[in-house]
Nanobody
């Protein structure tokens, strides 16, 4: 059974930083595309960042240069370092694994999802 559990969400002021973590069990993070998505109230879900072990990560334009996705293969974890946070970054953040289709991997379908962790950014 595959399980993804996110943590690290919090309330911060604009300009602050957070690091989200995703603990993965049942699959190896080194074997699949791992991604972070977010969804704010009233908005569509959007892909934020993704990575395949050993490949160049991909980022949404809105977070390029501020967010960094990384893997800890030994711990089977996925991280999202978020710097210089903006109020528009506030959302529920979800970890996803195993891209299964779609026009782009950053906004495609994934087989496994976590329950999410809330990020709130105040101005």
């Amino acid at each position: 059974q595959v399980e993804l559990v996110e943590s690290g969400g919090d309330s911060v002021q604009a300009g602050g930083s957070l690091r989200l973590a995703c603990a993965v069990s049942g699959i190896r993070v080194s074997s699949y595309t791992m991604a972070w998505f977010r969804q704010a109230p009233g908005k569509e879900r959007e892909g934020v960042a993704l990575t395949d072990s050993g490949a160049t990560p991909e980022y949404a334009h809105s977070v390029q240069g501020r967010f960094t996705i990384s893997l800890d293969i030994a711990k089977n974890m996925v991280y999202l370092q978020m710097n210089n946070l903006k109020p528009d970054d506030g959302a529920m953040y979800y970890c996803a694994a195993h891209f299964v289709g779609g026009r782009t991997r950053l906004n495609g379908s994934y087989r496994h999802w976590g329950q999410g962790t809330q990020v709130t950014v105040s101005s």
